[in-house]
């Protein structure tokens, strides 16, 4: 297919130390079972699913151990066979407590056939192939996790022109999504050629960051249908954010609050563009993913195929464990993956590496005030004005920094990356954030309940 | 089981910061080690041409700011912040604002003035309002008019010239007792003097003169008269990206248009252009004054504008010729500097996927 560059770019963003050499020449490994998996039941964004099997019960390779609760939720499924033992709950990746649904592996992984393969699946319908792909419980693997059954279906009169494939993987020390390119091309192009069908997408996109040059290479050698071509971003964080990549691609703006699909595009991560060829052509359902595991603080980084539910502990002890104390373990990557409490958090289906950060980069926190520099505001893809936003925080003007569009923030890092006063810009724009959620909750509650209020006394 | 493989030692303690988890590696104190990196070409020009005295000036000086930010922040109860080396920058840069006659008591309370009443007073770094070495500088100016203006006797009108140019060369020799009070004046002095009579300045500006104003071999603050080591002082600040082109370029591009106006509307008064650009401070007030990130405002556009601000002021007192001020470009920044918080209000950046203007929302 043909290769073109990039034809526009976003304004700012910066060049963190990639680091990816530390992986990214290990082929990815199959772990063999852990004595125990535990399964988060929210491993996407939205309301977790609920449980469906209860202690004791045994459960095959495949077998729905949770349902999507909800139209924003996805299912979860069951990474091997085996008994389930407890529900726990335990810390996820991002902090929250979450029920983990514990299972004692029998050894067998024997497999479900609760999802029939399609192997016709080109004479099958859009609505039955989105049906398979909310049924295998495919999120968002980029990081954000949103259902993939619902991204891919658009409310009426939102026509999608455009699919795009994000294998930029702008974040330093990752390699997962790179490996994932490398060694299963084939399965992610069925992949991109079942999404395109589902969207009716005319063109569609596959953007890669220049500093692939393999996987760009890979890509280029298939036989493409009209209308696909690889874009080469330049490497530049963060250009595997969805509004920022489609920018670059074909020069649209995502307007402020929007969706891709208000400029009729929708981006999909290239391992759930894999995830979902195996549901459709194999009917397996999302219970792995290619996990980088990385750092300085890691004996022997490398990439792992890892089932939802094994530990960070295991994944590290499979890269060699510790080479030397690590003082940050980071699930995701250093610009916006979550530091972790401990190494017994478990992977789920946005774990997208496991990295392990010696003290060369945690430094004592110790921010001065702002000197002025403007050096967050030339680097913020978004165009806010990160300094002026955290003063108005700092004094505690949430309307203040509402106004500044602190909304729009999506928490990339780079103003943070970039101050060299060391200010907690991203920590201040996450607490507006949270307040202006919950002030809005809490104005919708109040407006319920006045509504209610009215009908009843109506009906009086 | 961490402990048969030998390999996994048990994290004691896990930092669990907010996002993200690197950094690029800047720091104040760097970025301050770096703007006194840059001014070490100005200080050996200063050197060069005047002397040792301006090294005892500078030293004077910096260690007036240095304790002065000490016992500040010591009686403010506050955390010591001489080590980001900013009071020492303030130093530094208000000596090389200063003539290399000055006594070094006044250099000293100058320093003083900087910090204390420019600065701490105000919360210390990325509070000040205003430039503190400005502040510091314009304190001497107002109070010890009389040495912060007496130049060291410097021969920069004499122009070696070749025997067959037809004019006789002792004109150059300046007339007793005329001497005392005008040999003593900078370039812009004397066509400010001149100006106020409605003459000519009596000195020729030809190629060796802009030479002498290149290099720096001509009355002035210390700092200020070398272009040249200036200019390379700034090149190391871009360079380590320190500053960006954006303030240095406006600022001089601002000057260098509006004494082209002046060269348009009135021929034979106005000075040239390159006049205007090599003499007085304008080259350190753009690369080293006005570029100070704390007091000039956060976004491009707003630096833009606040730096065709600059360079409009600086050449209205350098022009007006009733004007008390031979130079503008301190008076210009500090007016300027307080303009800074309006221009950050004012200016509104076109953030990504906002909607067009005139367009329905």
């Known amino acids: ?84 033992k407890a529900f726990e709950s335990l810390p996820s990746p991002a902090g929250r407590v979450v029920q ?38 495919i999120v968002g693997m980029g990081g954000a996790g949103f259902p993939t059954g619902v991204k891919v279906n658009p409310p009426p009169g939102k026509k999608i022109h455009t699919l795009v494939v994000n294998g930029a993987e702008c974040e330093p020390y990752l390699t997962a999504d790179h490996r994932l390119m490398l060694e299963k091309t084939e399965r992610v192009w069925t992949g991109i050629r079942i999404l395109r069908k589902i969207l009716g997408a005319e063109k569609v996109c596959i953007a890669i960051e220049a500093n692939k040059p393999d996987a760009i290479e890979l890509f280029s050698r298939i036989d493409s249908d009209e209308g696909v071509e690889v874009v080469v971003l330049k490497a530049r964080y963060p250009h ?54 990385t750092g300085e603080a890691v004996a022997r980084p490398g990439n792992f195929i890892a089932r939802c539910g094994m530990s960070f502990r295991y994944l590290i002890e499979a890269a060699g464990g510790f080479s030397v104390s690590p003082v940050k373990i980071v699930a995701g990557g250093p610009m916006m993956g ?30 001065s005030p702002c000197i002025g520099c403007g050096r ?85 | 089981m961490s402990d048969e493989k030998g390999a996994v030692n048990e994290p004691s303690m896990l930092v669990t910061s907010s996002s993200p988890h690197i950094h690029c590696g800047t720091s104040v104190r760097g970025t301050m080690r770096d703007v006194l990196t840059g001014l070490i070409p100005p200080c050996i020009a200063a050197v060069v041409f005047f002397g040792l005295r301006a090294l005892a000036l500078i030293a004077v000086c910096t260690a007036a700011t240095v304790i002065t930010e000490y016992v500040c922040r010591k009686m403010m109860n506050r955390n010591n912040t001489i080590g980001d080396l900013s ?130 071999d001509r009355n002035g603050s210390m700092g200020e008269t ?17 500053i960006t082109w954006h303030i240095p370029v406006f600022y001089i591009g601002t000057v260098a248009v509006f004494a082209l106006c002046l060269r348009l509307a009135v021929p034979d008064m106005a000075m040239p252009v390159d006049f205007h650009i090599l003499s007085g401070g304008l080259m350190l007030g753009a690369c080293f004054m006005a570029t100070d990130m704390v007091t000039n405002p956060v976004t491009r556009q707003g630096q833009v504008i606040f730096a065709i601000g600059c360079g409009i002021l600086t050449m209205i007192i350098r022009c007006v010729p009733g004007g008390a001020y031979p130079e503008g470009v301190s008076f210009a920044i500090l007016i300027m500097n307080a303009f800074t ?21």
């Open chain 1, 1 to 84: 297919m043909r290769v073109v560059d990039a034809p526009y770019t976003f304004r700012g963003g910066v060049h963190p130390p990639e680091k990816k050499e530390l992986s990214s020449g290990s082929a990815a490994v199959e772990l063999p079972l852990p004595d125990l998996l535990k399964v988060p039941l929210s491993q996407h964004l939205g309301a977790p699913a609920k449980a469906v099997v209860s202690v004791g019960d045994h459960v095959r390779r495949g077998d729905v151990i949770g349902s999507a609760a909800g139209v924003i939720s996805a299912n979860v499924h069951s990474p091997t066979s085996g008994t389930v």
């Open chain 1, 100 to 137: 983990h649904c514990v299972i004692e592996p029998d050894g067998q992984d024997e497999r479900s056939n609760e999802l029939a393969p399609f192997a016709d699946w080109e004479s099958r319908t859009p609505a039955e192939l989105i049906e398979r792909i909310s049924a295998a419980g």
């Open chain 1, 240 to 293: 595997g954010s969805e509004k920022q990549q489609i920018f670059a691609t074909m020069g649209f703006e995502v307007p402020s609050g929007g969706l891709p699909a208000d400029v009729g595009c929708v981006v999909e991560n290239v391992g759930t563009m894999s995830a979902v060829c195996d549901a459709v052509l194999d009917g397996k359902p999302l219970d792995s993913r290619y996990v980088s595991v």
């Open chain 1, 338 to 367: 979550f530091a972790v409490s401990s190494p017994d958090i478990y992977v789920t289906k946005t774990t997208s590496g496991i990295l392990c950060l010696d003290e060369r980069h945690t430094f004592e926190y110790s921010s």
């Open chain 1, 376 to 460: 967050c505001n030339s680097v913020c893809p978004m165009r806010l004005l990160p300094s002026e936003m955290a003063c108005a925080i700092e004094a505690d003007d949430i309307d203040g920094a509402a106004a500044l569009h602190v909304a729009d923030c999506f928490e990339c890092g780079s103003c943070s990356f970039s101050c060299p006063a060391h200010r907690p810009l991203v920590q201040h724009f996450r607490r507006a954030k949270g307040v202006l959620t919950l002030r809005r909750m809490q104005k919708k509650a109040e407006e319920d309940s006045r509504k209610k209020t009215e009908q009843t006394h109506g009906s009086k």
């Open chain 2, 87 to 216: 009071a020492a920058v303030t130093g530094v840069l208000l000596a090389l604002n200063l003539p290399s006659g000055l006594p070094f008591w006044q250099a000293a309370l100058g320093g003083v003035v900087s910090i204390a009443v420019a600065k701490q007073i105000f919360g210390g770094l990325g509070f000040n309002p205003f430039n503190p070495a400005l502040v510091g500088r314009a304190f001497l100016l107002i109070s010890f008019g009389a040495t912060m203006t007496s130049w060291t006797e410097s021969d920069w009108k004499r122009v070696e010239r070749v025997p067959e140019a037809g004019i006789s060369a002792p004109a150059e020799v300046p007339q007793p007792g005329y001497d005392v009070v005008m040999t003593t004046a900078t370039p812009l002095g004397e066509v400010k003097t001149a100006a106020k009579r409605g003459e000519k300045p009596d000195f020729v500006y030809d190629s060796q003169m802009r030479w002498k104003l290149f290099i720096g």
């Open chain 2, 226 to 242: 070398s272009v040249l080591a200036v200019l390379i002082g700034a090149l190391w600040l871009l360079y380590r990206r320190v």
């Open chain 2, 341 to 361: 918080p309006l221009i950050n209000k004012m200016v509104r950046v076109h953030r990504f996927g906002e909607p067009k203007r005139g367009k329905a929302v």
